[in-house]
């Protein structure tokens, strides 16, 4: 009940699958980042990914009799204060990525931190990632061209580029 009110205040429809969900809330997200100055857009996609990630840690744990704590970043860093709206939607793509299994809900959350990135930033950085059905194909090709995984080595240049 309450994630329907919630859906409904960010603008999403119940109608939609959580697919369709995402990426009208990814949408919604890129706009909201476009509404900010440029200086301030960096802080503003941190501070929506750390409520995005703490929401769909919340969802995914909520069954827990006891609730596992989420792991401090490795480096602390300042997160800014969201705007209401801007949190209500980064809770509502949390509880949504929560349905999908974990693969596919890091790729969603990357896509919808890196779609609030400024342009030039994310250029710069090289904050990019490759869609999971992607990833699986190559490695579905490879193994079938018979690559022995136990001695081979794979050199990826674009890895842990974002």
Not at 48 to 65: A, K, M, N, Y
Request: glycine content about 6%; hydrophobic content about 45%; overall charge negative.
């Amino acid at each position: 009940m309450a994630q329907a009110k919630l859906i409904r205040q960010v603008g999403l429809t119940a109608t939609e699958s959580p697919s369709q969900m995402l990426a009208s809330a990814r949408i919604m997200a890129r706009a909201l980042a476009n509404t900010f100055p440029i200086e301030h857009q960096l802080a503003l996609a941190r501070a929506f990914g750390v409520r995005l990630i703490e929401s769909w840690w919340d969802e995914l744990t909520s069954i827990d009799v006891i609730s596992p704590d989420l792991r401090a970043p490795l480096q602390p860093f300042t997160v800014e204060v969201l705007p209401q709206a801007a949190a209500a939607l980064a809770e509502t793509i949390g509880r949504i990525a929560a349905s999908f299994d974990a693969e596919t809900a890091a790729y969603q959350i990357g896509l919808t931190y890196t779609g609030m990135l400024p342009l030039e930033h994310r250029g710069t950085y090289g904050v990019f990632y490759t869609p999971p059905v992607l990833t699986a194909r190559l490695i579905d090709q490879v193994t079938t061209a018979g690559m022995d995984w136990a001695t081979c080595r794979v050199l990826d240049p674009a890895c842990g580029g974002g």
